[in-house]
T-cell receptor, first 111, second 114 residues
Framework: GAGVSQSPRYKVAKRGQDVALRCDPI?????LFWYQQALGQGPEFLTY????????KSGLPSDRFFAERPEGSVSTLKIQRTQQEDSAVYLC?????????FGSGTQLSVL | GENVEQHPSTLSVQEGDSAVIKCTYS??????FPWYKQELGKGPQLIID?????GEKKDQRIAVTLNKTAKHFSLHITETQPEDSAVYFC?????????????FGSGTQLTVLP
């Protein structure tokens, strides 16, 4: 596709629900990153994939957060037993070399 | 880990004036410094970047400078236009291959007044 695509655009979840956020990277991009952006803040690193390998997950805030990229293309970020502090915009980025291109994000609201 | 500080947090300029945003980083191993523009409801958009072996880069009205010794880099926008109004983020990347991670500053809300 022309750019990084994320879905859904908005997600409202009740506290305790599980959610899954999808990222379709730019075709051919080896690197894929997930970031969390709180309101009025810069994006915070969550995890990084190179093809299907998750090379860095040091930014995941707890074991309720899980990401996968099984075939080295589409990636899913799953959050189990959502809590109010999980409310944020979740950004996906794909890239070649150092340049990263971001999607529009999924805005997650946990009520 | 890397720490990126960005100033100012808000900046208002008159249309046609210049705007300057400054960032500092802590990790001397950082070697790539992009700048992103984020409009409301959208993801960050890469507008310019610079590598550690270069001191300055320019693209039309936008320029970035890097001082490796002082560990700071700046974004310069000349002849500002209302459509330049947005939040701007600096970032620093350290490492290559499996150790890559991009760390962002806290952002600058730029408002260009007509």
């Amino acid at each position: 596709g022309a750019g990084v695509s994320q879905s859904p655009r908005y997600k409202v979840a009740k506290r305790g629900q599980d959610v899954a956020l999808r990222c379709d990277p730019i075709s051919g991009h080896v690197s894929l990153f997930w970031y969390q952006q709180a309101l009025g803040q810069g994006p915070e690193f969550l995890t990084y994939f190179q093809n299907e390998a998750q090379l860095d997950k040091s930014g995941l805030p707890s074991d309720r957060f899980f990401a996968e990229r099984p075939e080295g293309s589409v990636s899913t970020l799953k959050i189990q037993r959502t809590q109010q502090e999980d409310s944020a915009v979740y950004l996906c980025a794909s890239g070649e070399n150092e340049k990263l291109f971001f999607g529009s994000g999924t805005q997650l609201s946990v009520l | 880990g890397e720490n990126v500080e960005q100033h100012p947090s808000t900046l208002s300029v008159q249309e046609g004036d210049s705007a300057v945003i400054k960032c500092t980083y802590s990790d001397s191993a950082s070697n790539y410094f992009p700048w992103y523009k984020q409009e409301l409801g959208k993801g960050p958009q890469l507008i310019i970047d610079i590598r550690s072996n270069v001191g300055e880069k320019k693209d039309q009205r936008i320029a970035v400078t890097l001082n490796k010794t002082a560990k700071h880099f700046s974004l310069h926008i000349t002849e500002t236009q209302p459509e330049d109004s947005a939040v701007y983020f600096c970032a620093a990347m350290r490492g290559t291959g499996s150790a890559r991670q991009l760390t962002f500053g806290s952002g600058t809300q730029l408002t260009v007044l007509p």
